[in-house]
């Protein structure tokens, strides 16, 4: 047991690594045993493990000003606003600021309540949108939901990307409808070309506000800056975590103008709100994705590592699908994964999961086809040895 367990509640799954330190795609751990990273700290080490631009950014600002809250100014944080505004979608104008996902949902959801002044969400079968009350209230697992009921009123559920269904759950409660342009969590979901489109369409329609959870897809994710754009979709409000700050915890909620300003003064707050550090970091990473061309990599490199995979997927059966989009790409087997994730990490490769049988991958965007292939080789042989012992041929 490592000493941590000691002391912290046991609510994660872990896994036996220590890590000590890490650079781009790569990290050590306290032996200084390597391990490529396609982990990524869940997804949010986009630009890199200590990216240079990101440490530079923060040393800097940690000798000027570590706190500032949001009631006062601060030039560091305008700068990061300056930055958000290159790349935000078209017409979200507005920015808030808070600490992680779940906070950019609760932000999004009470937003969008006060907005339209309706309580009821329509919400899709397999999303997740983080653990608080409100984010879980519209998180469909029933394995994270069932002790905490009752959870908010007025959340329906329907089948992801069936705009169908989306429509005919729209009643006179409805306002808002929430959804992952890709589905993380559940095991990289990519809805059919179409889907998305329609769904903005029939918000259009019935003037709902629709929200899009980007925390695990945007910033480059998928080889555009938002997964939205492989649709060319935009919605009325927008969440983002993750990667956002280079690693330093931020939540970020975009939205309308028109939205956002319902919000009276004092409704909606967060001590830690537009952080200096954060925000120094932030511009640092947009800067990252793209003047060194991360979302374009991402592109790249992904096509790459997606081929690559659909070529071992020829060759273990134990595979029954590769699916994603950029770096945002999953490996389904027919067996559970545990086994497969653990001999992977003795290899000197970290994956992730998606439920009992899906390997997530989520690489930070700086890597390069040669770790690709190295990643590639450690999974070919830990499928093979996996294959041996279930006697699949
Ligand atoms: C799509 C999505 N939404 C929300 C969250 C919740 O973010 P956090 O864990 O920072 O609260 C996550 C986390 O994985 C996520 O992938």
Not at 43 to 56: E, S
Not at 94 to 121: D, I
Not at 169 to 176: H, N, R
Not at 229 to 246: E, F, H, R, S, Y
């Amino acid at each position: 047991m490592n000493g941590e367990d000691q002391y912290l509640a046991r609510i994660y799954q872990r896994f036996p690594v220590n890590i000590a330190r890490g650079k781009g795609a790569i990290v050590w751990d306290t032996s200084d045993r390597e391990y490529i990273d396609c982990m990524g700290g869940y997804g949010v080490a986009i630009v890199g493990h200590c990216n240079d631009r990101v440490v530079r950014a923060i040393r800097t600002q940690v000798e000027k000003l570590i706190v500032c809250h949001m009631s006062l100014y601060n030039d560091t944080r305008l700068r990061f606003l300056q930055k958000l505004a290159t790349i935000a979608p078209p017409g979200l104008d507005k920015t808030f600021f808070s600490n992680s996902g779940a906070e950019a949902v609760e932000a999004a959801l009470k937003f969008s309540r006060k907005f339209t002044g309706k309580k009821g969400v329509i919400a899709m079968n397999g999303a997740y949108h983080g653990k608080t009350f409100g984010a879980l209230s519209v998180t469909h697992n029933e394995k994270y939901r069932k002790s905490f009921q009752p959870l908010l009123e007025g959340v329906k559920f329907v089948p992801y990307a069936d705009p169908n269904k989306v429509e005919d759950a729209i009643d006179e409660t409805i306002g808002t409808v929430i959804l992952e342009p890709i589905q993380g969590e559940t095991g990289i979901i990519v809805p059919p070309d179409g889907v998305i489109q329609s769904i903005r369409e029939i918000c259009n329609r019935h003037k709902l506000v629709l929200i899009f959870d980007e925390i695990q897809s945007g910033l480059g994710r998928t080889g555009k800056m938002w997964a939205g754009q492989n649709w060319n979709t935009v919605p009325d409000i927008m969440c983002l975590a993750k990667g956002i700050a280079g690693g330093v915890p931020m939540g970020l909620t975009f939205a309308k103008a028109e939205i956002i300003e319902c919000m009276k003064t004092g409704e909606h707050s967060s001590t830690f709100s537009g952080n200096p550090l954060a925000c120094a970091a932030g511009y640092a990473t947009i800067e990252a994705l793209t003047e060194d061309k991360l979302v374009e990599n991402a592109d790249k490199t992904g096509r790459y590592f997606k081929e690559s995979l659909l070529m071992l997927q020829e060759k273990h059966r134990i595979i029954r699908e590769v699916r994603g989009l950029g770096m945002m790409l999953a490996v389904e087997l027919r067996f559970e994964v545990r086994d497969v994730l653990l001999d992977a990490l003795k290899k000197g490769l970290l994956m992730l999961y998606s439920g009992r049988n899906i390997i997530r991958l989520l690489p930070p965007l700086v890597m390069d086809e040669k770790i690709v292939s190295s990643a590639i080789q450690i999974i070919d042989l830990v499928l093979t040895e996996e294959e041996k012992r279930r006697h699949v041929h």
